[in-house]
């Protein structure tokens, strides 16, 4: 018998399961992404506005 051909019969709750828990995995890695993207950004505005001081103060 080849193996490729096997079905492997999964209950649909357990189906439903894997697939919740995967969207909930997304779902905490984008907002992960996005608060690294939103930190980054802070600290590049950060950085701008020092080089803004430093250029006026001269």
């Given at each position: 018998?080849?193996?490729?051909?096997?079905e492997i019969q999964v209950p649909p709750m357990v189906v439903a399961a894997e697939a919740m828990a995967e969207a909930e995995f997304?779902?905490?890695?984008?907002l992960k992404n996005a608060y690294l993207r939103f930190q980054a950004e802070q600290e590049l505005a950060a950085?701008?506005?020092q080089k803004t001081a430093k250029k006026e103060g001269e």
């Open positions: 018998m080849n193996q490729d051909e096997t997304w779902r905490k890695q984008s950085l701008k506005a």
